[in-house]
């Protein structure tokens, strides 16, 4: 199997999933139009309870980048970036990506907007965050709910899995693209 | 957060002071809240589109149907849930929305979850295996289909959105097999210490 043709492949996996969604919802009788329109609400809602984190994000990068405070990471970091073969900003995004979802959202966004979506970084900023999830967050929220306090091996568990996909991300999108 | 926060700013103010450069901070904090806001804007298109599609998705029963395929291949990764018990469809029907790109959909399953397993647990202040192994494979996020961040480049003006979707693919199958493998490794030492 070529690169190219799950490349062919993939730009179905949408289209279908809103065609099975909606031939589903028909069949089941649920009023589709109406609870689209309710759940895009719940989106627009969304959206705008995430222009505060945007900000802080965007405004905290931008700072960080400018002032070329930046380059002096990645001269300190450039031996384990070098090691890993990835740029400064996925090692910062995969350490945010554990933290918080809509920071790390923000970050990759901020991402695509200076360096493009279709760039090397941009490509794998969006198949990091596709394949993380916000670990302490869950564990946090996950464990609190129920009134759980000692989490036991969870959490080294949950950092070895990140781990693992960023290293596997990175070995993917260099050897796909 | 906070500290990678205050960290991002204040070592960018202390840099570009030392650099003499100082009025770029001002200039660069500026343009990034625009930058902040304009993209808020374009996300409520993409975010709206794709929480109606969840919507009806889930009125219609798709994830039901979902956990039901994957019943199988969970079942025997929790050997400490009794068979029927309302922990192990909870645990399926979070697994199956996150699985399906509906991460909104996915937490109070989630939640629900922690709930039963915690009545089956003995010990309410400390994780049980079960717990454990429900979290190794949660945050390893099992994704087939990674809708958000698809829309997300498309909104960027990415040429080919969906081209990604392979290598997110690879990339969580990789960090779920070691998330449970790590989990099983780590509950055989814990139970060969006791």
């Known amino acids: 199997m070529t690169a190219e043709m799950v490349g062919a492949g993939v730009s179905w996996v949408i289209p279908l999933l809103i065609f099975v969604v909606f031939v589903y919802a028909h069949i089941k009788k649920v009023s589709i139009f109406e609870t689209f329109v309710d759940g895009a609400r719940e989106g627009l809602l969304m959206a705008v309870r995430l222009i505060p984190y945007l900000v802080g994000i965007y405004v905290a990068v931008g700072i960080f980048r400018e002032s070329g405070a930046i380059d002096i990471l990645v001269s300190l970091l450039s031996p384990i970036l070098f090691l890993v073969k990835a740029p400064a900003e996925v090692l910062l995004l995969s350490i945010v990506r554990s933290l918080s979802g809509p920071a790390a959202l923000g970050m990759m966004l901020e991402i695509f907007d200076t360096h493009g979506p279709d760039s090397f970084i941009g490509r794998l900023a969006s198949t990091l965050i596709g394949s993380t999830d916000t670990t302490f967050y869950i564990i946090a929220v996950y464990f609190g709910s129920v009134g759980v306090r000692r989490t036991r091996y969870s959490i080294p568990v949950g950092l070895f899995a990140d781990f693992v996909s960023f290293v596997a991300s990175v070995y993917i999108v260099r050897k796909m693209f | ?194």
């Open chain 2, 1 to 194: 957060m906070n500290q990678i926060f205050a960290f991002l700013i204040l070592s960018g103010i202390l840099v570009s002071c030392m650099n003499g450069r100082i009025n770029v901070v001002v200039n660069a904090a500026m343009s990034s809240a625009e930058a902040a806001v304009e993209r808020a804007i374009s996300l409520i298109a993409v975010v709206s589109l794709w929480l109606g599609i969840a919507r009806v998705a889930e009125k219609a029963g798709l994830i039901d149907a979902m956990s039901k395929a994957i019943a199988p291949f969970f079942r025997w990764l929790f050997p400490s849930i009794p068979k029927g018990h309302p922990a192990l469809g909870c645990i399926l029907m979070n697994l199956s929305a996150n699985m399906l790109g509906f991460g909104n959909a996915a937490t109070p399953f989630g939640l629900k979850a922690m709930q039963e397993l915690q009545s089956l647990n003995e010990h309410p202040d400390t994780a049980s295996e079960a717990m454990c192994t429900f979290l190794a494979v949660n945050t390893s996020s099992v994704t087939l289909v990674p809708a958000t961040i698809v829309a997300l480049r498309s909104s960027a003006g990415s040429r080919n959105p969906s081209e990604i979707v392979g290598a997110v693919l690879f990339a969580t199958t990789c960090s779920t097999i070691a998330a449970i493998i790590g989990d099983y490794i780590m509950r055989l030492i814990n139970k060969k210490l006791r």
